[in-house]
């Protein structure tokens, strides 16, 4: 864990054989064509990889496939989040271990309006008893899905006791006005923040944060890197308009199943639309109407199709 | 799983050793002193357990203390819930090898509004991967934490789908009106609603319901064992106002560590007073003023002190 994390991660999905079981080729496959479209980097096993909706030891399998099938991990952060220390632990070592560039950190995400010394505790249990120099650990504010915030006062304090392990957040709270509250707090300290999403890109950029982990550019990846590549042009402007009509249409579906169902779609492998209980796959009616406002906008996803057929094979 | 619960069931906490793993002997020690103050039964690592703060590992070692101690399995029900089905099938199969007499199912609690059809998936697909006939799952709708909540219709399919299986609820959402609406609609078809906690117990048992699980059955298990037995005599309306009196008491700090708190304080045992990250422990100031409210209830706990002094040795 050495490599700066920075510029456009994409939050890759994570492919289910027939079991329910994580397809670490499928997955890997997607990987390699998302890195080769231009991103600078991936969120292995976030909130769009479906993380928590596996055990620790299937989470421990993907990881190791993803470094197995040789994935440049100076590239890769990774969610190791869990409601428990004890999970947490396991996970952000085996992340350390295998040399992934970060790991992504939930909160405890069970317990709701819980005090900032127990989430200090968490973290630091965490950091402590993994005790890798290499561990650099991104905090993830979800809120509209953990229920958990992260606060000013947390980040501040962590990054007091662990000033080489703290390296950044994920902000997916989609409340700009919150992303630059946090880069002018603590981006002068090397506290690399990402946006949770491509939407304020080029404002995050020009702010001094770090880049953007999104969903979106599972399907997305070249027009956003290269939205992040042409930021200070007003060719980047343009794109970054693009980019957010996209984004847009993806907002009005279920987005973890509707990146699935796009993935399936434009690479022609149906095995991509399986999602994890509780969430339900995008179904025909709602996955025909999304395709056809992609189709307006002329989106398509060259090369997705020769990528997938590698894995089915 | 054949015996039906029913009465006053305790939420029981779980004593940490000095390394944060649950400690089998003082747990299972406080497990003895509450079923022989008049507890009915016992719910063995629910939200009060903080089941949710342990790895699976953790939390299938407890369940096997718990039954190699000789505990009345019969008369135990125990929280398998967990964000992932894989974990969920694995803590549900371990309860119903062991002989627990019931399973109490939290929904997978990472994402938020999430389907019905999603949640009607996760708790079928335990089901049916634990495949034992003996299996008896009670759910878990606790929203104030989990916020996922187990809707009538989500109840209603899983009862026409497994009706052997889906044994009853315990609902936390502290509503009678919500209690007496899952009783209205379900216990004449064998569903067992359980109160969250023992304010409506008196309610509860002349509506048809199957009485409380009480995360203050921890400390007050006896005067709350009394009010179900006396629940139709005006004796018992007095004792339900003097355990709501200590439950309100009780309302005042942060539930889980403030129990721990007591049972460290009556019973002469301050290994009882830590807690997992994110709770913390109840500091000494807010500790004092709360024994201090309890003294002037006349609150006592009869007999902790011996049964604490056997587990300590």
Redo the contacts between chains.
């Keep these: 864990m050495s490599e700066k994390l920075r510029g456009v991660i994409a939050a890759i999905a994570t492919a289910l054989d027939e079991e329910?079981e994580p397809d670490c080729a499928r997955s890997v496959a997607l990987a390699r064509f998302l890195l080769g479209d231009g991103c600078d980097g991936l969120n292995v096993l976030g909130?769009t990889g479906e993380a928590?909706?596996?055990?620790?030891?299937?989470r421990k399998c993907l990881m190791t496939a993803y470094r197995d099938a040789g994935s440049p991990l100076d590239c890769l952060m990774v969610g190791t989040g869990a409601?428990?220390?004890?999970?947490a632990v396991?996970l952000t070592r085996h992340a350390a271990e295998l040399g992934f560039a970060g790991a992504l950190l939930l909160?405890?995400?069970?317990?709701?309006g819980?005090?900032e010394?127990?989430?200090f505790?968490?973290f630091s249990?965490v950091v402590q008893r993994v005790g890798d120099a290499r561990l650099r650990v991104y905090l993830y504010h979800i809120p509209?899905?953990?229920?958990?915030p992260i606060t000013h006062k947390l980040v501040e304090r962590l990054m007091k006791a662990y000033p080489k392990q703290i390296a950044g957040m994920k902000d997916s709270a989609d409340d700009w006005a919150h992303t630059k509250s946090m880069i002018d707090a603590f981006a002068k300290d090397g506290f690399d923040v990402f946006s949770g999403n491509e939407k304020p890109l080029i404002d995050n950029i020009k702010s001094g944060g770090a880049g953007c982990i999104s969903a979106t550019a599972n399907i997305n990846p070249g027009k956003i890197a290269e939205t992040y590549k042409k930021y200070a042009t007003p060719e980047g402007e343009k794109l970054q308009g693009w980019i957010n009509d996209v984004r847009g249409v993806m907002q009005g579906y279920v987005m973890i199943p509707a990146l699935k169902y796009c993935v399936a779609h434009y690479g022609s492998d149906a095995a991509w639309t399986p999602v994890?209980?509780?969430?339900?796959e995008t179904d025909e009616k709602a996955g025909k109407d999304m395709i056809a406002k992609l189709d307006k906008l002329g989106f398509t996803m060259p090369g997705l199709k020769q990528a997938m057929a590698v894995a089915a094979e």
Tied chains: 1, 2.
């Design positions: 329910g909130t928590t909706s596996f055990s620790c030891e299937q409601a428990s220390v004890a999970d396991a909160p405890p995400f069970y317990y709701k819980v005090p010394e127990g989430l505790r968490f249990e509209p899905v953990s229920a958990v994890r209980p509780p969430l339900v």
